[in-house]
Structures are given as structure tokens and as C-alpha cells.
């Protein structure tokens, strides 16, 4: 089973390459990879020649000639997705300035104190949902100024958990 590329314009989701439907849209999509560099797209009947010109994994951007322009696209995998949706940002500036609850769910465990300095990674605070542990993780440094909520607490989803500097 191959890659599925799902391609998004100004926030607007476009298509995806494995043939599956998108609501709203009728465009049919098919890419295929003639090497390491170079595709053929084929997009509600007209053809894209692509190159993959750079690719900057730390950044997360590419650079690709589409029929002859240039252009840079930012590359989000399904785990950048996420992060997002939780309200992380994935700016190295630092940490956000408050950490939500992706999900409703009980707090299991608090693992950090008032006033920590936290790292980009480090894991806050456990919670589970949907019979899942997960680890909400620190999205850069900072330092811990309140938190908003307590172990064995239920919270719903988007509630603020924890507020930093």
C-alpha cells in the first residue's frame, strides 16, 4: 500500500491521490511518481508535471516546479495535524501560552509543577480518553505560571489545562 498525499490550498482541502472522494469536490485525482524527483499529476482532467526541487525536513517545506513555476509548500504529516488541532504551534519561538485539552477525558497524572521550566517534548500531562492514555507534550520552552486543573479531574475538550510564560 502506497502514500496517500492530501493536498490543501489556503486551508481548503483539495483532494487526496488514493482515488477516495472528497465532499463537495467532483475533481478527480490521480499522481504518479515517475522518480525520487520528478510527478505526473492529473487534477479534474488536466495534467501538472512536478519536480521536487528541495526538500527542508527541518523546516518541514518543499520546493516544487509545477508545469514550469516555482513553489514552497509546507509539508504537515499526520502527527503536525494533530499537534496543531491540540493548539500546539510548531514555531520554535517557544511554548504556547496555554495548553487545551484536545479531547474530553480524565486527568491521570500532572507532570509538571508550578514554576518548572519545561522543553520542547517534555511531557505535561497525561490524560485519558476514549480508553487511551496520551501524553500531551510541551511544544517548546517555557515555564509552567498556573494550572488550571487537578488529577482525577474530567475535563472537556478545548478546556484550558495549563497556562505558561
Do not use: C, W
Not at 76 to 83: E, P
Not at 86 to 92: Q, V
Not at 141 to 150: H, L, P, Q
Amino acid at each position: 500500500m502506497g502514500n496517500t498525499y492530501k493536498i490543501t490550498v489556503n486551508g481548503k482541502h483539495i483532494f487526496e491521490t488514493d482515488g477516495s472522494s472528497v465532499p463537495g469536490m467532483d475533481a478527480v485525482a490521480d499522481l504518479v511518481k515517475l522518480d525520487d524527483r520528478f510527478y505526473n499529476l492529473l487534477l479534474d482532467q488536466k495534467g501538472y508535471n512536478i519536480e521536487v526541487v528541495q526538500v527542508d525536513q527541518k523546516a518541514k517545506t518543499v520546493v516544487l516546479r509545477v508545469n514550469g513555476n516555482t513553489y514552497t509548500a509546507e509539508v504537515k504529516d499526520r502527527f503536525d495535524q494533530l499537534l496543531e488541532q491540540m493548539g500546539f504551534s510548531g514555531d520554535e519561538e517557544g511554548v504556547e501560552r496555554e495548553l487545551r485539552a484536545p479531547m474530553p477525558g480524565l486527568v491521570l497524572e500532572i507532570r509538571v509543577a508550578l514554576g518548572q521550566e519545561v522543553a520542547k517534548g517534555d511531557p505535561v500531562i497525561v490524560l485519558e480518553a476514549m480508553k487511551m492514555e496520551n501524553v500531551l507534550k510541551a511544544s517548546g520552552a517555557g515555564k509552567v505560571r498556573s494550572i488550571e486543573t487537578t488529577k482525577g479531574k474530567s475535563v472537556e475538550k478545548n478546556q484550558v489545562l495549563i497556562t505558561f510564560e
